[in-house]
């Protein structure tokens, strides 16, 4: 399964919404350095799916704010 992710770093709170034609709005604490946003993006996913971390990938847009992540279940 492919999931849409729109992603905000650095903000006060973290929170999941429904975005634009399907997407999640993720907003995250971290910041984008070290990798750290990507690994708390994929921990918020994966429990909002209820699979493991280790199931979820981030396909497209390691650097960028729209990513593509694959979930195997």
Not at 29 to 35: C, I
């Amino acid at each position: 399964m492919y999931i849409k992710v729109r992603v905000k770093t650095g903000q006060k709170k973290e929170s999941v919404a429904e975005g634009i034609k399907g997407t999640l709005a993720i907003s995250v604490k971290e910041k984008a350095e070290r990798n750290s946003a990507n690994a708390r993006i994929m921990k918020i996913v994966a429990g909002r799916l209820g699979v493991p971390v280790k199931k979820v990938r981030i396909v497209s847009g390691h650097h960028s704010p729209s990513k593509l992540l694959s979930v195997i279940e």
